[in-house]
């Protein structure tokens, strides 16, 4: 029998006993269990820049027998059933069958719509049939404002643009209301023009440099630009379009062949406005030792792991591989990490 004070036996753990110091009581008022944790991903706000000009009505894909110039002249009929303004609309918003990119993924990222055109009888220029600031979960007011028929006339791309990145927030406005990275899809099918001349009536004349100059404004306020021609490229207007896409920090132009391509493109552009680095609502004590488990989509990560995660400081994780891929690709997936109680401070 031991003696009294002692422990063993039955009569461990009755009133009065101490646990030994290394053990931890895990159900207790005083337990130190693991801490879960919901981080906090970054919300990209997209705004599609649409061109609103005639050429938009021609068929797509490109029909080689008729092309889009003979199209509007009234020589040929081209082969299709979509237009290129179709072909765009579906794409973003469905085609009745099929839900289209704002329709899927538009509770998760701010998407915004700004048309734009000019011609004789826009006296403004440039013209916006339609601009929806983007926020999230606005589908409905977003598809009612893209028009079955494009507006019609002139591509001041140049001018349009620069208008566009003036009115959307600066970098530090975004910042303080925490909007996440703002992006810019330019959707265009033709040449970028100056304005159109109401009086002399003369064909406008080609302006690179102003949508040089407005690509290089997005960037000065953290705004990335990218390209998407529903026209086939080629000569310098390929390579102008290749300069606004390296300016604009997206490394490309996209010019999809036809409405499989373009939805692909589409997709492929909002996985890389989305950032698989995701901010902790606490602080972890030690990021150096790689502690803790992450579960996405109901599957576990590891940190350290080639398609799990990396602890980049005490408050900041980046997917990696696979994991980063589905985070990208996967709309509304839910990820949750956890660590260990020790590991974790200050959690909100």
């Known amino acids: 029998m031991l003696a009294d004070g002692g422990r063993g036996g039955s009569d461990a753990g009755q009133t009065g006993d101490e646990p030994p110091p290394t053990s931890r009581v895990e159900d ?33 894909p490109e029909d080689p027998a008729c092309n889009c110039g003979q199209q509007l002249l009234g020589q040929c009929v081209g082969q299709g ?12 918003f469905g085609d009745g069958v099929s839900a289209g990119l704002v329709q899927s993924r538009g509770d998760s990222i701010r998407f915004g719509l700004w048309i734009y055109n000019n011609g004789p009888s826009n006296p403004t220029c440039p013209a916006f049939p339609a601009q929806v600031a983007p926020a999230l979960a606005q589908q409905a007011l977003l598809a009612a404002a893209f028009p079955a028929l494009p507006p019609g006339y002139n591509t001041p791309t140049g001018l349009a643009l620069a208008e566009l ?12 209301q925490q909007l996440g990275p703002q992006k810019i899809v330019l959707a265009t099918d033709g040449q970028p023009f100056v304005c159109y001349d109401p009086v002399t009536l003369e064909a406008p004349a080609l302006d690179y440099a102003g949508v040089i100059t407005a ?7 953290n705004m990335d630009v990218y390209v998407m021609s529903l026209a086939p490229t080629t000569g310098d207007f390929a390579s102008h379009l290749s300069e ?21 493109a589409l997709d492929e552009i909002i996985a890389s406005a989305i950032s698989c680095t995701v901010t902790l609502n606490g602080k ?43 985070f990208k690709h996967e709309p509304g997936i839910a990820l949750s990490m956890t660590f260990p109680c020790e590991g974790l401070l200050a959690l909100q």
């Open 28 to 60: 207790g008022p005083d337990s130190c269990a693991d801490v879960q944790t919901t981080p906090v991903r970054s919300v990209p706000s997209v705004t599609f820049l649409v061109d609103g000009s005639s050429s938009m009505k021609c068929v797509y």
């Open 81 to 92: 059933t979509l237009s290129r303004w179709q072909a765009l609309s579906q794409a973003l």
């Open 165 to 176: 990145v003036k009115a959307l927030p600066s970098a530090q406005e975004a910042a303080m």
């Open 215 to 221: 690509t290089n404004a997005a960037q000065a306020r």
């Open 244 to 264: 606004v896409a390296q300016k604009g920090n997206t490394t490309r132009p996209y010019a999809p062949a036809d409405k499989a391509q373009l939805s692909a």
């Open 284 to 326: 972890i004590q030690a990021p150096e030792q790689c502690k803790g488990t992450a579960t996405l989509g109901g599957q576990q990560l590891e940190c350290g792991d080639a398609d799990g995660f990396a602890i980049l400081d005490e408050s900041t994780v980046e997917l990696k591989g696979e994991a980063c891929r589905r």
